[in-house]
């Protein structure tokens, strides 16, 4: 019989998929789906490190079981305390009363706040290292990516890294778990999303602990989501992750608006076609009423020119552009070139509003905001043009 499960030597895969949840985080949208990956190590000492989402937990436990028969589990290696990896530790602890859960400093409050479990804790510092027999393990702490108690487990014996959600993505996984025995076609647009979605303010973090894991030979990635990674994958899994922490973003210009009965979106209509005239061929345009947030979000991580503009609405932005806008703030971005644009009918607020995320924001300001009154008229297609122009100035350069 085929072995379903070995990731490498005494290391299986034991995760489960998730294609029934539509939001991650009851936030992100999950087309794919999502894997909760967790992993066993079946030496003379039995380790396993993360759990599942609590709903999968009678697969996870057959999973277990199918390794390990009726023998018990030492320890419980707690690398990420997020619910959709911890959500099944009372339930384990129930099923292995006598199991130790290895963590650090800052991993046992939430253990004791999340599930109320206190008793049998093996706390690790940094380089801190666990004999499992055959397998030797060291703790690389790597706090804030993206909680503060996140750290990475690494299996000197064979070279794997259980890195917890660093590395990971969107996207069930459909059959195997292993990159070279399943098409990861849909993996590479999903790690941008979710990195974008769930780390993405957290771009220094990241490179801390890149810098720190850089010396480590490495056979295998372990996430908590998506593939294994093996093989070139290695060093282009590593390097996404890189470029998206260093929020370097490519040559291309996502256009973001807001309109009510298209007029506005006008104005984005004649910023993309002149971008693109000026030789931009990456143009990306959101509609915030159409397109959902963490597609848009993916996008600005990509690229690296931003115009938004939106009507007045109420006095205020319109709501779908105000969101995206905080959902930008919070990420922290960087290095981005910015310009935007707006509308009203009687009284403008949107361009001063926006110009208020602007100055807040660490972004170059490119070109002049267009503001406009009701409709497009011929001077307010020119000064579309000139923003574009001034972007695509800096796309070009
Ligand atoms: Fe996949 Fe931060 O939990």
């Known amino acids: 019989m085929k072995d379903k499960t070995r990731v490498k030597g005494s290391i299986h895969y034991v995760g489960v998929n998730d294609r029934q949840k539509h939001l991650f985080e009851n936030l992100w949208p999950l087309p794919n789906g999502v894997s909760y990956n967790a992993y066993l190590i079946d030496d003379e000492k039995v380790a ?140 590479w647009e999903e790690m941008v999303r979710y990195y974008s979605n769930i780390v993405g303010k957290y771009g220094s973090p990241v490179q801390k602990a890149l810098e720190k894991l850089s010396g480590l030979p490495v056979s295998a990635i372990c996430s908590t989501h998506g593939p294994v990674w093996t093989g070139d994958n290695i060093e282009r899994v590593i390097s996404i992750y890189d470029k998206l922490s260093l929020y370097d973003g490519d040559e291309g210009v996502v256009v973001i608006y807001g309109s009510m009965y298209g007029n506005t979106e006008q104005m984005a209509e004649a910023i993309a076609a002149e971008l693109s005239a000026q030789g931009v061929k990456n143009v990306i345009m959101h509609n915030t009423s159409k397109s959902h947030a963490s597609y848009i979000l993916a996008d600005i991580f990509k690229y690296k020119g931003i115009i938004v503009g939106c009507t007045t609405y109420n006095g205020q932005l319109y709501p779908e552009v105000e969101a995206i806008l ?16 707006g509308s009203f009918c009687w009284a403008g607020a949107a361009v001063k509003k926006i110009a208020e995320f602007a100055e807040k924001s660490k972004f170059e300001i490119v070109g002049e905001p267009v503001e406009m009154k009701q409709a497009m008229k011929e001077d307010t297609y020119a000064q579309c043009e000139a923003l574009a122009q001034a972007m695509a100035e800096k796309m070009i350069k």
């Open 326 to 341: 905080s959902k930008i703030s919070g990420r922290d971005m960087k290095n981005r070139y910015f310009g935007y644009f």
């Open 48 to 187: 396993l490190v993360d759990t599942v989402d609590v709903c999968y937990f009678e697969v996870f436990l057959r999973k277990i079981k199918k390794i390990i028969g009726e023998r018990p589990i030492d320890y419980l290696i707690i690398n990420h305390m997020e619910p959709d990896h911890s959500g099944s530790i009372r339930l384990i602890k129930h099923y292995y009363p006598n199991i130790t859960i290895v963590g650090n400093r800052q991993t046992f409050g939430m253990v004791e706040g999340f599930y109320g479990v206190t008793d049998l804790q093996h706390q690790v510092k940094d380089g801190d290292t666990l004999n499992l027999g055959k397998n030797q393990l060291t703790f690389h702490l790597t706090p804030m990516v993206h909680w503060p108690e996140t750290m990475m487990t690494y299996c000197e014996t064979e070279q794997v890294l259980f890195s917890g959600d660093a590395f990971g993505c969107f996207g069930a996984l459909g059959g195997g778990f292993i990159d070279e025995k399943i098409n990861t076609d849909i993996y």
